[in-house]
T-cell receptor, first 109, second 112 residues
Framework: GQNIDQPTEMTATEGAIVQINCTYQTSGFNGLFWYQQHAGEAPTFLSYNVLDGLEEKGRFSSFLSRSKGYSYLLLKELQMKDSASYLCAILDSNYQLIWGAGTKLIIKP | IAGITQAPTSQILAAGRRMTLRCTQDMRHNAMYWYRQDLGLGLRLIHYSNTAGTTGKGEVPDGYSVSRANTDDFPLTLASAVPSQTSVYFC???????????FGEGSRLTVL
C-alpha cells in the first residue's frame, strides 16, 4: 500500500530552526512536494524535489533521499507567521499526488 | 486577478439534497482536481481532469460526479448529500498532471 508519515504536531521557538520529516512508501516516485497551509486557508506550494539533495529557497530548504524514502523541510529564523500545517505529497507512478496528513507547527515567542 | 475561485465558500445542506460546488480558473491550466480535507486526514482526491473533456476517479469518488466541458470550469456535484460528506472541499488546478497545484479558497460543506 501507499503510505506517507509525518509527525502530527511540532513546537518551536521564534528565531530558531525546525526540521519537519516525511517518510514515504509509494508505488513509484515522480517527485515530492511540500505545501504550507495556514488554519482556515488553502494550501500553497513551497517546494518540489525530484532528485536527491537539498533545495534552498530563502528561509526554507527541502531535502530528498529517494533510496531512503525520506524528505525533510527545514525552516530557519522562524517567525510567528510560520505557524501553519506543512503537507508532504508524493507524485506516484501514475502521476497521482498522495498526501500526508500534515504536520501542525506551533511557533512560540 | 488570475487564479482559481470556488463557490459557495460555505453551505449547510439537508441530507438528500443535491448540491453543486463551482470551480473556475483563468490560468488556462489543463489539469483540475477536487479534494476533500477532513481533520486528521490528508487531502483526499475525489475526481480529477487532466484536460477538458476528460475526467477520472480519485481515491474517494463515490457519491460525487464532475464534468469538464471547457478548460476553465470544473463543477463537483453531490447527487444526494449524506452527513459523511460534511467536509472542506478544495478545488485545485495545475498546468499539467506533474506541476504544482494552485488551490481555491475552499468550500465548507455541512450536511445535516
Amino acid at each position: 500500500g501507499q503510505n506517507i508519515d509525518q509527525p502530527t504536531e511540532m513546537t518551536a521557538t521564534e528565531g530558531a530552526i525546525v526540521q519537519i520529516n516525511c517518510t514515504y512508501q509509494t508505488s513509484g516516485f515522480n517527485g515530492l512536494f511540500w505545501y504550507q497551509q495556514h488554519a482556515g486557508e488553502a494550501p500553497t506550494f513551497l517546494s518540489y524535489n525530484v532528485l536527491d539533495g537539498l533545495e534552498e529557497k530563502g528561509r526554507f530548504s527541502s531535502f530528498l533521499s529517494r533510496s531512503k524514502g525520506y524528505s525533510y523541510l527545514l525552516l530557519k529564523e522562524l517567525q510567528m507567521k510560520d505557524s501553519a500545517s506543512y503537507l508532504c505529497a508524493i507524485l506516484d507512478s501514475n502521476y497521482q499526488l498522495i498526501w500526508g496528513a500534515g504536520t501542525k507547527l506551533i511557533i512560540k515567542p | 486577478i488570475a487564479g482559481i475561485t470556488q463557490a459557495p465558500t460555505s453551505q449547510i445542506l439537508a441530507a438528500g439534497r443535491r448540491m453543486t460546488l463551482r470551480c473556475t480558473q483563468d490560468m488556462r491550466h489543463n489539469a483540475m482536481y477536487w479534494y476533500r480535507q477532513d481533520l486528521g486526514l490528508g487531502l483526499r482526491l475525489i475526481h480529477y481532469s487532466n484536460t477538458a473533456g476528460t475526467t477520472g476517479k480519485g481515491e474517494v469518488p463515490d457519491g460525487y460526479s464532475v464534468s469538464r466541458a471547457n478548460t476553465d470550469d470544473f463543477p463537483l456535484t453531490l447527487a444526494s448529500a449524506v452527513p459523511s460528506q460534511t467536509s472542506v472541499y478544495f478545488c485545485a488546478s495545475s498546468i499539467d498532471s506533474t506541476g504544482e497545484l494552485f488551490f481555491g479558497e475552499g468550500s465548507r460543506l455541512t450536511v445535516l
